[in-house]
């Protein structure tokens, strides 16, 4: 009885230091980490059977078959029989941003105008969201978090996944300006009934639009080169996109919008890329020529329209990696909030894409897109410890559970409000 | 002054036309007895009645004489018709004509509803009933005005007579026959009350409820339901009072019933949809059509209705541009193919049909598209029944107009041909005896060669005039002048340049090259005056030589158009009717079958399928009469069963109370829903499709099996038992509400008091019913009025209708279990039911089953605490666990749903596939037929190629009954046929523009999106999302 007590005490004292305001973020560790003996993923499509790892202050200093760990005071971790993968990265998203859908005073993405540019998503992102946690444990180590909007919605960063607060969240901040493309189909107004009430004037408003961001971003030019001294803030937050430390993440789906990116690319010369781009597979040798990288939407939709090909969601990604489109995947689904990314990739495998081209599609091919690659996204020699052990195949669902994560060398606790949950009622109805 | 001047003169002229007895006259009674001869017409009595040569011979309105060499009384007017054609003017069934503007709308399922403040009850003063949108009050003939000038439109297509009503309500209250005369009103009228019209549509009506399809039909099977009872009742119940809709509904029951079912867009469903009310009630309702009968004519002639036809075809795209062509789906590229073709379908099925102008865009276009049915198909004798005789019988009018008969209204047309030649006109149409002009120009045919002569004051030139018609003629000299040439039927005008060129005309100066002359015509002399190019006065006269031979053309060669093409379901992935899939003898070879049994998992074994059943589960079957299929590497399960589903469906919400148990699913089932395929190809074959959650207590909900390509009546899962939704929480009390709610309940403590307030009043009328039919053993009649809101109450308290309860956090999910207890029934399922983890213990006492999603979480505030390993919880309790979709996307991979349950909570892969099998069959009550791979039960099975818990694994086979729905290599193929006609449509609407034929900007296909208003649904392109939230 008294070993019952003790036992149930345990677990509640472990239940109240494990509640996600006790998961610390962790020290950075200054000592040697080697993980042994998986099989190692790198991310560009090569994989090492029982690799070693080596880690040495947050960065991977060698990868390989045959490196020596020394006998000394070094970190070992035995991946044997698992499989070892770069952290996933979540290429957009409202992370931090957006707590509980639904309510209104938990939504922090959206401002108020369509002229947004100065707007940054990383003054306003929550460290401590219980989302982020939840993410971690499907091996989401990096996130690109930005604020939306019904035109031009501003600036996002990118952040790691294990922090304080916003300051030392920031893994690259403001890399990017976030133009969300209106609409050119002339619909019904409004979201419900409207047989017969068609706009045909809606295709043309949008085009005007876009006609007027245009000319903001001309204007923009013109003041990089010479504001007279008189500071603008909206034009100010451009420069970077003119100098190309920032993309322009165009946000939209249609085949013309996307046609018009590509304008975007050629009087401006930015760096674009298309967040969406769900009918992408109609002009994928336009974006492969003009270098458009494509940062897709969650493959678990349904076909746009009623005579697609009822895999056509599915089969999107094989069809770019064809056509040599750069481009990645994301999960913005809002009921699952991104922990299904390595899901939808996936699904691509099952439509025609090869196992380890769908992982780079959520790792290097995402780090590429958001222009971190020389940090992240894959197991290879200077760049960050950021790395994830799996079971098995991080793919599927059936066995992906992760059981080990690092975020720039740092060995995260991979406790999240889920597993607390389930730790709370296993012990209520006594469930091993 | 003016305005008073002119209304006195039009008083005066009516009272010319015809005094009234009781109006008084300011002027002189100028009574006529005027009676008109038409002779040496062909008179089309009816269709199938033609005189050749006949006398018709009409006085004060009415025919009093038609024949073949019948007398013509001497006071008669002669008129002579010499190569006219007399019809009965046409009968429009269906109109508003002469009633007050239409108010604004208001629609079901209209999201502004979701944005302005809620009307729970009616603002309808007097002794009317609880709903707005029954307008059975209303009578046209109190309301109806002459409105000459949309007579006039009609007129002149040909009609003579409407009955019209106000299309406003679901009950409209009654049409009136009015003729089109403008005379004062109360000489028009050709029969006060004709008919009671019908909709789905609440019109104008502000009030929330319905705000749905199926809350629609609820209304009227309730408001029909009230009337008997109200009949029944001797006096005016305490409780009830005076009704005077009801009374109406009473007063009006025999009359014939129109329905006009089109709903947002065009629905065919709602054809056979409003049949079926009718068929309830004993009634059979005239219907209006869709125009796409032709799609499902097996289902819309077996309702037995006659149907009301509108001859408005789709017409031709903008379809250049392949972004554009993108945005049109096949089913409506098909339908403006085959649309020309309904009438011609409908009459082959032996469907008695009107045809109407209602909603017409052009009148113009009216007889063009009765012509064009008849080249698609339709017979003439049936077109002009149509026009005619059909809508006179069937509004109990025939007595009066419909045929030209002895006594009948003199309302017909006359025409310079038959009607539905291509180049007949309508001359006149005379109606109540008087005429109406349409073209009378027309009235002389001038086509001919004549001898012109003009006159220039020294000398005679002679020419020969050759008119072709009234705005083409050629006068010829030496040379064929270029002619301008036009006649009004009375006056002529001719201008007249030389077709020589300026250098020919040197050295011809006498010649006289240009001239204008104008004049007037009398039959077969004409003559009049001008002036030629230098400006002097010249005369002109001209006779006629010689008669155009008659062109009379016939009607275009008929033509040959495949019905065949017509596709079941219509639209992309349906099949041609040959290609429809048939129940198989199937011998599934060597597979590895999950059976969802005792049995467990099962290497290298053999399925044999019968007849719709799995006959046989063993190794090395042998069977030679069985279609044979290689499984060998392949997996094998039960098919896929949906707990939580809202496709197939028109409407899935009503919410315009929070007690809606009268709402059935199965009154708007929609067999064309492309999700009923994309789902087969994800392994479902069975769905549980539910009302959504905007209510307390919602509607009946429906099993169905994924039979792609059946009506909507074989898309039902035969022999289940009855379910209901009900659901609790956020939805419930409108927390997204824009406006603020104001419908109780606002709090889950107000929620547990709907449930508690509903099962009172259900006990008691129960406890009425039980009553009554005791005293009718003592020969005591009570009248009760049959509820159909507390009759699916009654059914759940006696275990004959189980609940399916939205669900979300612990509080709500004990509160609802204990109201059960108290009255002695179970919550059969919690849905949702994201925190039955902390609750579980007490769901397994109460003997509930969970159906739940894996992963869903912080949409909104009661999921915040949502865990995906609620499911593995739930199980390891002891609870029958389900995983559903709730959504039509990830219903195609129900089985990697439930392969999360195995990362999260560790459950075994055979435990995990029984969530999306034998479990929900279980708690739906078919798992005896469904669920499981065991001899005797419905061949619903899967063949994937992987392990179906495995993200890489696919559906290739789908079969439902021993049908195979879907077959992966054949949706290759359906892939491919798809493309093609696509293709071939696309290119004949481009040519249709190429060649001058008029088309419209692209339309897109927007899809109309239903869903339960629990969570986001990211919207495809043509998406529309329609709730019916208020």
Known sequence: ?432 | MRKFRLLVLCILLSGIIKAQETFPINGIADNRNTSYAFTNCTIVKDAQTIIQNGTLIIREGNIVNIGKGISIPTESVIINCKGKFIYPSFIDAYSDYGMPQKQVSGGMNNMADYFRTQQISTNQKGAFGWNQAIKSDVDAVNIFTVDDSKAKQLREIGFGAVITHQKDGIIRGTGTAVTLNNKKENLVIIKEKVCVNNSFNKGSSSQNYPSSLMGSTALLRQNYNDAIWYKNNNKPTDREGVNLNLKQINENWNLPQVFDPIERGIDLWNVVRADRIGDEFGIQYIIKATGKEYQRIKEVAATKAPLILTLNYPQAQDVEDPNDARLVSLADLKNWELAPTNAGVIEKAGITFCISSAELKDYRSFLLNIKKAIENGLSEKAALEGLTKNPAQLMGIYDKVGSLENGKMANFIITNGPIFSEKTNILQNWIQGEKYGVKDELWNNINGTYNLTINNGNENTNYILQVKNNNTAYLINKDTFNTKFSYDGKYVKIICNSSLKKTELKGKQNTITTFTLSGFTNEKSWNGNGKDSLGNMITWTASLEKEAANDQDSIKAKRNIKLSNTIYPFTAFGVTEDKIPKSENILIKNATVWTSEKEGILKETDVLIKNGKIVKIAKNINDINAKTIDATGKHLTAGIIDEHSHIACASINEGGQSVTSEVRIQDNLNPDDINIYRQLSGGVTTSHILHGSANTIGGQTQLIKLRWGVNDEELKFKGSDLFIKFALGENVKRTSQASGNTRFPDTRMGVEQVLIDAFTRAKEYEASIKEAEEKKKEGIKINIRKDLELDALVEIMNRKRFITCHSYVASEILSTMRVAENFGFKINTFTHILEGYKVADRMKEHGASASTFSDWWAYKNEVQDAIPYNAAIMHKVGINVAINSDDAEMARRLNQEAAKTIRYGDISEEDALKMITINPAKMLHVEDKVGSIKEGKDADVVIWNDNPLSIYAMSLYTIVDGTIYFDRNKDVQLRKDVKEERNRIINKMIGEKKTGGITIPVSPSFRYINNCSDHDEKLRMLDIEIEGIN
């Open chain 1, 1 to 432: 009885m008294k070993k019952i007590i003790i036992t149930a005490w345990l677990i509640i004292l472990n239940n109240i230091l494990n509640a996600q305001e006790t998961i610390y973020p962790v020290q950075q560790q200054n000592q040697l980490t080697f993980i042994i003996n998986g099989t190692i993923h790198i991310g560009n499509g090569t994989i090492i059977e029982n690799g070693i790892i080596k880690i040495n202050k947050g960065k991977i200093e060698e990868v390989g078959k045959n490196i020596a760990i020394p006998a000394d005071d070094v970190q070992t971790y035995d991946a044997k029989g698992k499989h070892i993968y770069p952290g996933l990265i979540l290429p957009m998203s409202t992370l931090g941003l957006q707590e509980i859908g639904g309510i209104r005073s938990m939504q922090d993405f959206n401002e108020l105008g369509e002229w947004n540019s100065n707007i940054r998503s990383i003054s306003a992102y929550n460290a401590d969201s219980k989302i982020i946690n939840t993410l971690r444990s499907n091996g989401i180590l990096l996130a690109h978090t930005a604020p939306q909007g019904s035109l031009i919605g501003g600036l996002s960063t990118i952040v790691q996944l294990d922090a304080w607060n916003e300051e030392d969240a920031g893994y690259k901040k403001d890399i990017g300006m976030n133009f969300y493309m209106p609409s050119l189909i002339s619909r019904p107004i409004g979201r419900g009934y409207g047989m017969g009430n068609q706009s045909n004037e809606a295709g043309k408003e949008a085009l005007e639009k876009i006609e007027q961001v245009k000319a903001f971003f001309r204007e923009a030019k013109a003041y990089t080169i010479n504001n007279n001294g008189k500071k603008n803030i909206k034009l100010e937050a451009t420069k970077t996109l003119f100098n190309k430390q920032a993309k322009l993440y165009i946000h939209c789906d249609q085949v013309k919008q996307m046609l018009i990116a590509i304008d975007f690319v050629k009087e401006f010369n930015f760096n674009v890329v298309i967040v969406g781009g769900s009918e992408s597979w109609q002009i994928a040798d336009l974006l492969k020529q003009n270098n458009i990288a494509v940062i897709l939407g969650q493959l678990h939709e349904l076909p746009e329209v009623e005579d697609d090909n009822i895999d056509q969601p599915y089969k999107l990604p094989s069809i770019l990696q064809k056509a040599g489109v750069l481009f990645c995947i994301n999960d913005d689904d809002s009921q699952n909030r991104g922990r299904n990314l390595s899901y939808n990739a996936g699904t691509a495998v099952a439509y025609g894409l090869g196992k380890e081209e769908a992982l780079s599609t959520i790792t290097l091919n995402t780090a590429k897109i958001l222009g971190i690659e020389d940090r992240t996204g894959s197991i290879e020699t200077g760049k960050d410890a950021n790395i994830i052990i799996a079971d098995n195949d991080v793919l599927d669902m059936r066995n992906s559970i992760i059981s080990k994560a690092w975020i720039q060398g740092r060995d995260i606790n991979l406790k999240d409000k889920h597993k607390q949950l389930y730790e709370r009622y296993k012990y209520k109805y006594g469930i091993k």
